[in-house]
């Protein structure tokens, strides 16, 4: 199993960033996919979420209408558009994978430093 995120970097206040998640080893379809977030000296947040089937997303407040969760089943690939990005998101991104059925399953990807400065 893995995910692998990419897409993170340094960027200047109100500029964008697209983080890429790419999964392996698992059945990506059937799982919901997440991005965490976890910023020095914090606890990890999540940011957004979306079910297997693409379907209602969800966001924490801070990001709401400023990022975008996506994914595409075919490619087992999620994305997360970050626009109008502000200092606090400074922070490393994770993916998450999570599958509630029969038995539970859950995955992380290494993480991607995203640094918003001038």
């Known amino acids: 199993v893995q995910l692998v995120e990419s897409g993170g970097g340094l960027v200047q206040p109100g500029g964008s960033l697209r983080l890429s998640c790419s999964a392996s080893?698992?059945?990506?379809?059937?799982?919901?996919m997440s991005w965490y977030r976890q910023a020095p000296g914090k606890e990890r947040e999540l940011v957004a979420l979306?079910?297997?089937?693409?379907?209602?997303?969800n966001y924490a407040d801070s990001v709401k209408g400023r990022f975008t969760i996506s994914r595409d089943n075919a490619k087992n690939t999620v994305s997360l558009q970050m626009n109008s990005l502000k200092p606090e998101d400074t922070a490393v991104y994770y993916c998450?994978?999570?599958?509630?059925?029969?038995?539970?399953?859950?995955?992380w990807g290494q993480g991607t430093q995203v640094t918003v400065s001038s």
């Open positions: 998450r994978a999570y599958y509630n059925g029969f038995r539970r399953y859950e995955y």
């Open positions: 979306i079910p297997s089937d693409g379907g209602m997303t």
């Open positions: 080893g698992f059945t990506f379809s059937n799982y919901r």
